[in-house]
């Protein structure tokens, strides 16, 4: 849609055979993003469900940091890092329990 706004042609499709895996994984992990939120937020509700998308980004990130994943930088786990994530892991359950 965008795309049409700036009166710009069609997308080329026919690089995406050569895509990296993690732009398709990208992809197929978004959609199932918003097809989990819209399931679980009717059901735990929305603050338990952002609480447990964020603390799986706290963990998905220290694991990117910890391994150097996706090129990133290596940033070795320390104890704040995990008392945090395990902070928000616990703020999610009490909200959920709430």
Known sequence: MAG???REGAPNV???SGAP???????FLGAFYVFASIILTPRIGAASTVGFVIAGQMVASIVLDQFGLLN???NTVSFPK???AVL???GAVLVLRS
């Open 4 to 6: 049409l706004a700036a």
């Open 82 to 84: 995990i008392a945090g």
């Open 14 to 16: 026919a690089g995406l």
């Open 88 to 90: 928000v892991i616990a």
């Open 72 to 74: 990133l930088p290596v």
């Open 21 to 27: 895996w993690w732009v398709w994984a990208g992809g």
